[in-house]
């Protein structure tokens, strides 16, 4: 079942994108000095056609960026609002990183505050039974796609009741979740109607970041 969610995930994603990547020349296109025939991806003399219209598209990305970004993160927090935790206790006891404890302990010595707040609560699993119970789809949907590299934590704090025995004191990135409308949720989690909802917004703003990024790196490198 999540095999068939990742790969209609891919192939929105790759719609989307394909969309956004249209829109985004347009408007690049929508940017050019009059009568001006030349790439966007040339470098071109400081202060030519060539390089104001550059300098022209690069502005234009960063205001359209932003804008995507504030409308729709305020939509995916609107769609949140509107749901709430159940308590199936699947998040506490299923956290997936592609990092082993002693590599989140070397970003969290460097600072890195998502792996300082996940090693205050989450440890790994002993072993892969424990982790297949717990959530077994996604285990089989990372087999089906040959996947692997993958660490399995759990929290001790959560109590047979599926709560959180530290509530007051949990860290932000508890509170925060879920926070990624493309991760997967457990089955039964509280949150699929806003996943649901979210979905698309949140891939239109990583089409967008993705593209925008791409335009700003490569004509960035023109002249370096
Ligand atoms: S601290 Fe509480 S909310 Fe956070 S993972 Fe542990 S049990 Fe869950
Ligand atoms: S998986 Fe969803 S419903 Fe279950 S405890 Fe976590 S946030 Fe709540």
């Not at 994603?13 to 966007?40: C, H, M, N, Q």
């Not at 119970?133 to 704090?157: A, R, T």
């Amino acid at each position: 079942m999540l095999t068939a969610e990742y790969d209609r995930l891919k192939s929105d994603y790759r719609e989307i994108f394909l969309k956004t990547a249209g829109e985004v020349r347009a408007e690049v296109e929508s940017v050019r000095p009059e009568g001006f025939v030349g790439d966007i991806f040339k470098t071109y003399k400081v202060g030519s056609e060539g390089f104001k219209w550059q300098q022209a598209v690069l502005s234009m990305l960063d205001i359209r960026y932003c804008g995507y970004r504030k409308s729709g993160l305020r939509q995916i927090q609107a769609y949140r609002d509107e749901c709430n935790c159940i308590n199936c206790g699947v998040c506490c006891k299923f956290a997936v990183s592609e990092f082993s404890i002693d590599e989140l302990r070397l970003k969290a010595e460097n600072g890195d505050n998502y792996a300082y707040q996940f090693l205050s609560v989450f440890v790994p699993y002993d072993n892969m039974s424990e982790v297949e119970k717990i959530y077994p789809e996604y285990i089989q949907m990372l087999k089906d796609n040959g996947e692997s590299g993958y660490y399995f934590y759990h929290c001790p704090k959560v109590t047979e009741d599926n709560l959180c025995s530290d509530y007051e004191n949990r860290p932000q990135i508890c509170k925060d979740f879920p926070d990624n409308p493309i991760a997967f949720l457990p089955k039964n989690c509280g949150f699929k109607d806003w996943k649901l909802k979210s979905e698309s917004v949140s891939l239109k703003l990583n089409a967008e970041a993705e593209i925008i990024n791409f335009y700003k790196v490569k004509i960035k490198e023109l002249y370096e």
